[in-house]
């Protein structure tokens, strides 16, 4: 039941796509209902990231087989997806009217900090991950390096997410081997 309420609402209050409707999944799931934790949520949004499709339904394709299997995919993306089919069968109608309202512009202008500052809570809490699981100097210069492939070199995300995945598997375990070899020659130099 929890599962089909937060998949409603996150379809309903989702304005303007994917990028607005990753924090509310991100309340829903890590917060609200406690299904996932940031780190597993952040991992999960990496792989959807990588993935052909629309982010959201990603998410929601997720967090239904996390909680109920298959059925609870399928069930999770229906009520997800369903307040949009229904909301465009209902406007289509009527979207000439509404396109050159002032109403409907002050809505999208008035929303559109809201979301912006959504999007910049998530993205906060997700650089304070980074810098804690990279350290500050390798977080503070990964984020550059994001920033540098992904806005001046306009490299596909996909491909960035791959590339820094790639170095995270590999991260820790050469962290650590860093670390041993240092604490080996420190022992080796006390003994001489």
């Not at 993935?51 to 996390?66: D, Q, S």
């Not at 900090?113 to 999007?119: C, E, G, R, T, Y």
């Not at 994001?146 to 375990?173: D, K, N, Q, S, T």
């Amino acid at each position: 039941m929890d599962l089909g309420v937060s998949m409603v609402r996150t379809g309903v209050l989702g304005y303007g796509g994917g990028p607005s409707v990753i924090p509310l999944i991100r309340h829903d799931a890590v917060k609200r209902y406690q299904w996932l934790g940031d780190e597993e949520f952040g991992e999960i949004l990496a792989i959807a990231n990588a993935l052909p499709g629309p982010i959201a339904t990603k998410m929601a394709a997720y967090l239904g087989y996390k909680r109920r299997g298959i059925l609870g995919a399928s069930y999770a993306v229906i009520m997800h997806i369903l307040p949009s089919v229904l909301a465009m069968l209902l406007l289509l109608s009527a979207v000439n009217l509404l396109a050159g309202s002032r109403v409907v512009k002050g809505m999208i202008a008035a929303v559109s900090p809201v979301i912006a500052v959504m999007l910049g809570v998530m993205a906060y809490e997700f650089a304070k991950k980074g810098i804690k699981g990279l350290g500050i100097i390798a977080g503070i210069l990964f984020m550059l390096l994001a920033l540098l492939l992904l806005e001046i070199l306009e490299v596909h995300p996909a491909l960035v997410i791959v590339l820094f995945l790639g170095y995270g598997a590999v991260h820790f375990r050469a962290i650590a081997r860093f670390r041993n070899k240092r604490k080996r020659s420190d022992r080796e130099g006390d003994h001489l």
